[in-house]
T-cell receptor
Framework: DAKTTQPNSMESNEEEPVHLPCNHSTISGTDYIHWYRQLPSQGPEYVIHGLTSNVNNRMASLAIAEDRKSSTLILHRATLRDAAVYYCIPKGSNYKLTFGKGTLLTVNP | DSGVTQTPKHLITATGQRVTLRCSPRSGDLSVYWYQQSLDQGLQFLIQYYNGEERAKGNILERFSAQQFPDLHSELNLSSLELGDSALYFC?????????????FGPGTRLLVL
């Protein structure tokens, strides 16, 4: 599995955009990049995933660098409910999710 | 609510004992995954079942075993429990076992071994 590097923590203000970076320089050409988040006292929750092109869904956007060695999860308007640990997970031809330490996002009111 | 249910929510037991954790996947999902989350190891994949058959195995101890029943619910059995087995145990499910499909996680079972 490709190794990932994410900031330990980030802070944001409510209703402002948040950009959560992830470095995955050892990613293989067929690995997708998945993002999950874990709210306090809950199980992980799927956010978004992509391969090469930027992706959007109702929760977030995923911007993937052209060389695919990094990606950025974008929350367009952070809310208090977005406070969570965010995990960036390169995923190849296997079934498991390999979680790193993730980024703890704090959202200030 | 992910649609995945886990019971019990909390479990307190003693070293050397055996416990069973139960998971019901989302309606229609054929794959079930078990993960362990501890303070020192983080979230780790234990094992996956697909339609009753073991499909993938992670860092699951020999003292731990799992199975998936014909109705697709799954059980994780932990035996000869040690203090270090205290952790959150999550079950997840997905539709059909494709590599990139979304996994939906349950609320977890918190196990405390005294």
């Amino acid at each position: 599995d490709a190794k990932t590097t994410q900031p330990n923590s980030m802070e944001s203000n409510e209703e402002e955009p948040v950009h959560l970076p992830c470095n995955h320089s050892t990613i293989s050409g067929t690995d997708y990049i998945h993002w999950y988040r874990q709210l306090p006292s809950q199980g992980p929750e799927y956010v978004i995933h992509g391969l090469t092109s930027n992706v959007n869904n109702r929760m977030a956007s995923l911007a993937i660098a052209e060389d695919r060695k990094s990606s950025t999860l974008i929350l367009h308007r952070a809310t208090l409910r977005d406070a969570a640990v965010y995990y960036c997970i390169p995923k190849g031809s296997n079934y498991k999710l390999t979680f790193g330490k993730g980024t703890l996002l704090t959202v200030n009111p | 609510d992910s649609g995945v249910t886990q019971t019990p929510k909390h479990l307190i037991t003693a070293t050397g004992q055996r416990v069973t954790l139960r998971c019901s996947p989302r309606s229609g999902d054929l794959s079930v995954y078990w993960y362990q989350q501890s303070l020192d190891q983080g979230l780790q994949f234990l094992i996956q079942y697909y339609n009753g058959e073991e499909r993938a195995k992670g860092n699951i101890l020999e003292r731990f075993s799992a199975q998936q029943f014909p109705d697709l619910h799954s059980e994780l059995n932990l035996s000869s429990l040690e203090l270090g087995d205290s952790a959150l145990y999550f079950c997840a499910s997905s539709a059909g076992g494709q590599f990139q499909e979304t996994q939906y996680f349950g609320p977890g079972t918190r196990l405390l071994v005294l």
